[in-house]
């Protein structure tokens, strides 16, 4: 799925790099934005496609532990060794994670992050604020748990 999603990006830029004028701060924004948009469809896409029934026989077998096991397993062993960055963001608003993880990962500064989100920078600051806090206190609230 997601080499699918990377497929279609690069497809995409290679489709519109002829149209493409500016530096390469301007062509990182541009590549985002094509891959933001083809994210946001891909979304949507799945959110339109009818789920395939299960069989009964298959919900009522054992549980076996690993690749074609139950899936609560995967995420166990996958967040018992390592915590990633969709874990870490997966409970916050959709808008907080893609602001924070394009100024986080994309290197983006706050004027390119509001560009892509079609944003004001005002607003880009406050969803990152808003997020950055949510994650502080999740983080120091586990730490006190511990």
């Known amino acids: 799925m997601a080499d699918d999603l990377a497929a279609e990006v690069w497809l995409a830029v290679a489709r519109g790099l002829g149209r493409f004028a500016g530096d390469e701060s301007a062509f990182r924004g541009w590549l985002f934005t094509i891959a933001r948009n ?3 469809e891909h979304r949507r ?3 339109r496609r009818r789920t395939e ?3 009964p026989e298959r919900l009522d077998g054992p549980v076996e532990r690993g690749a074609g096991g139950d899936p609560a397993w995967l995420v166990i062993e996958q967040l018992g060794t390592r915590e990633t960055i969709e874990a ?3 409970d916050l608003a959709p808008d907080q994670a893609e602001a924070v993880l394009l100024r ?3 290197g983006f500064d706050v ?3 509001a560009r892509i989100m ?3 920078p005002g607003n880009v600051r406050v969803l990152c604020h808003r997020a950055l806090r949510r994650l502080a206190v999740e983080r120091s ?3 006190l748990a511990e």
């Open 45 to 47: 896409r799945q959110a």
């Open 53 to 55: 029934p299960v069989p």
């Open 104 to 106: 986080v990962l994309g």
């Open 88 to 90: 870490l963001v997966a």
């Open 118 to 120: 079609g944003r004001t």
């Open 38 to 40: 083809r994210l946001i």
């Open 141 to 143: 609230a586990e730490a």
């Open 111 to 113: 004027a390119e992050v």
